[in-house]
């Protein structure tokens, strides 16, 4: 035997002895992992919290991931479709439930555009053309995982797990589904679930809003389009700055808050609601644009002059009634008469939500509607901001507020004062 041979026999040999040692360790590692927690839950009083499983289950997925002790499987999506926002929920929903059968979700496609009935049309874009995915995995690193389909080394054991639809399937036999699949299915024999069925993700859900947070807040915009959005909000605050400067004095070197008004008015908006409000038996779902004009008039903790940012549909834009009417000292404006609808125009559908959502996120005052998704994930995030700096809105009179990030609804106006009212 020569000496190539001998050093060909010496690899296998380390190969193979480096295998048996790993699965040794793993098995090890386990038993001990197991061990303490049999230990911890028979010792005395002392009860295993949620909050406790979930760390648990972190560490144990980051277990099997990152040191290779077992294989990893992942769980996969189909394209997700509609909005910006619903597909933020549709991204939201495929974390949890890649969480819950203990995966890790392998990164969806978005969609650029709205064509969503006509599948053809769809135009797909990566997620990390959008959001940054390290840093997804960096914020979220023991909750949930993501991975890229080159991460994916074998898709002969694919299992597709279709979600049912329909009215009589509810939310508690979504659940259901679930659970059974993980006790009683044959998904653990696997490599790959594929979530089937027509956007799954755009189903029931069960998972409580602070889940939903955790996710939404790893959502960090790639540095493109984040850039896009800092021009908007800039021009914007140029304009305070400019509208509260005194003649003579030049701009002041203060920064000039803003309000943004998510004003929906348009048609399709008014018609849906109107059906909701019959169907409900809930009234003022929808305001029209005197309501939401003389309710924004009502909110006191401002300094006038102030810029009214106008987040409205394009098919509003020449529409020049939105612009008059306001209560003096609210200079309203929209992307057209600031000049940054350019920006604007050059990006698909996707995109401009993208940038849309931004420029109305960063706004000093919020006004929403609160049956509207793209108004109630703004005001989720700030909810958020404002928890993370431990700013709680616990306080006896709204009009003597002084908190970051306020957010106010027009729409189901409180009481006799017919809005608007805070949103604590």
């Known amino acids: 035997m020569d000496l190539s ?147 994916l080394k074998n898709r002969t054991r694919v299992y597709n797990l279709r979600r049912g639809s329909g009215r009589k399937w509810t939310v508690e036999r979504d659940l259901e589904q679930l659970k059974q699949s993980i006790i009683n299915g044959p998904i653990e024999m696997h490599d790959v679930i594929l979530m089937a069925g027509k956007n799954p993700f755009l189903w029931h859900d069960h998972w409580p809003v602070k889940d939903y947070a955790r996710v939404f807040e790893c959502l960090v915009l790639v540095d493109e389009i984040s850039k896009e959005a800092d021009k908007v909000v800039s021009k914007i605050r140029r304009i305070g700055r400019q509208l509260r400067s005194e003649p003579g004095e030049g701009s002041s070197l203060q920064l000039a808050p803003y309000v943004t008004v998510h004003m929906r008015v348009e048609i399709d908006w008014m018609i849906r609601c109107n059906k909701l409000e019959q169907r409900s038996g809930v009234c003022q779902i929808s305001s029209s644009k005197q309501e939401i004009m003389e309710r924004r008039g009502k909110i006191i903790n401002f300094e006038a002059p102030i810029v009214v940012d106008l987040a409205v549909a394009d098919n509003l834009l020449n529409d020049s009634s939105i612009l008059s009417g306001w209560n003096k000292g609210l200079v309203p404006y929209e992307k057209k008469n600031l000049g940054v609808d350019g920006i604007y125009k050059k990006h698909p559908c996707l995109i401009q939500s993208a940038i849309g959502y931004e420029e109305c996120s960063k706004a000093d005052i919020l006004v929403s509607n609160n049956f509207s998704t793209f108004s109630s994930l703004i005001v989720l995030e700030r909810t958020q901001k404002m928890k993370r700096l431990g700013i709680t809105s616990s306080y006896e009179n709204e009009n003597e507020i002084n908190i970051q990030w306020p957010c106010y609804a027009y729409s189901m106006a409180a009481g006799e004062t017919n809005g608007p009212f805070l949103i604590k």
């Open 5 to 151: 041979s001998n050093c060909e026999l010496s690899r296998l040999f380390a190969c193979n002895l480096t295998s048996i040692t790993c699965k040794c360790l793993a098995l090890v590692t386990i038993a001990l992992f197991f061990r303490a927690i049999l230990y911890h839950l028979s010792s005395g009083d002392v009860v295993l919290e949620w909050d406790d499983l979930d760390m648990i289950l972190g560490r144990f997925m980051l277990l099997q991931s990152d040191e290779g002790f077992h294989r990893v499987k992942f769980l996969e999506v189909r394209q997700l479709v509609w909005g910006l926002n619903n597909q933020k929920i549709a991204f939201a929903r495929a974390c949890l439930t890649a969480r819950i059968v203990n995966r890790t979700l392998l990164m969806p496609s978005l969609s650029a555009s709205l064509f969503y009935k006509e599948t053809d049309s769809l135009q797909p874009v990566s997620f990390n053309n959008v959001f940054r995915f390290e840093r997804f995995n960096s914020l979220r690193e023991g909750f949930i995982r993501l991975a890229h389909y080159s991460d």
